[in-house]
């Protein structure tokens, strides 16, 4: 069965600091890995998503992730934050099965200190 | 265009009543899922749509748990004898193929379910 670890609940950064999400996944077979962002009362968007090809995965908001098999990782980056980058974070994996559904991690909560 | 959208945003249920959850999906949009999320967890599938056709259903964590796309448009999520653990936001979300890996979700807002 497929997984996702996120293994920071919180992180706090400054703004203008550089930032790393870790996401760690489980999965059989060549995994569909996801980045999405979740803000208070708004649904989850689409940061990023990784197939195959390049492992170095550019998203929109300036974010991006490297995909490392070895380390079975795809941990998300941002070279400099912004407060309105405040929100939840949630890796997620699907794969080439029937139905798509995708597996979530716990997610990680992004705060942004002045 | 028009996002996915959900309906009520909000709904308070005391225990034992029945609730509806409506989804709209973005127009067009041929797949359909719903999750769950419980409080500080990521989001759990619990069924799919291709279409009106039902295709997945083995997240629904009990027969109280019923969703229905009649006319492979909107979809509405009902749960009977609502129970304090059905307590979570609920999940909507289309992607415009039939259900393939590469295919982007597009999420609507939830409709977040308190039972008393």
């Known amino acids: 069965a497929q997984s996702v670890t996120q293994p920071d609940i919180h992180i706090t950064v400054s703004e203008g600091a550089s930032l790393e999400l870790r996401c760690n996944y489980s999965?059989?077979?060549?995994?569909?890995l996801f980045w999405y962002v979740q803000s208070p009362g708004q649904g989850l968007q689409l940061l990023l998503k990784?197939?195959?090809?390049?492992?170095l995965v550019q998203g929109i908001k300036g974010f991006e992730a490297e995909f490392k098999r070895s380390q079975s990782s795809f941990n998300l980056r941002k070279p400099s934050v912004h407060w309105s980058d405040a929100a939840e974070y949630f890796c997620?994996?699907?794969?080439?099965?029937?139905?798509?559904?995708?597996?979530f991690g716990g997610g990680t909560r992004l705060m942004v200190k002045p | 265009g028009a996002g996915v959208s959900q309906s009520p945003r909000y709904k308070v249920a005391k225990r034992g009543q029945d609730v509806a959850l409506r989804c709209d999906p973005i127009s067009g949009h041929v797949s359909l899922f719903w999750y769950q999320q419980a409080l500080g967890q990521g989001p759990e599938f619990l069924t799919y749509?291709?279409?009106?056709?039902?295709?997945?259903k083995s997240g629904l964590p009990s027969d109280r748990f019923f969703a229905e796309r009649p006319e492979g448009s909107v979809s509405t999520l009902k749960i009977q004898r609502t129970q304090q653990e059905d307590s979570a936001v609920y999940l909507c979300a289309s992607s415009r193929r039939p259900p393939v890996a590469t295919d982007t979700q597009y999420f609507g807002p939830g409709t977040r379910l308190t039972v008393l």
């Open positions: 990784y197939f195959s090809g390049d492992t």
């Open positions: 997620a994996v699907g794969g080439n099965n029937a139905g798509n559904m995708l597996t």
């Open positions: 749509f291709q279409n009106e056709a039902q295709l997945d």
């Open positions: 999965y059989g077979a060549t995994p569909y």
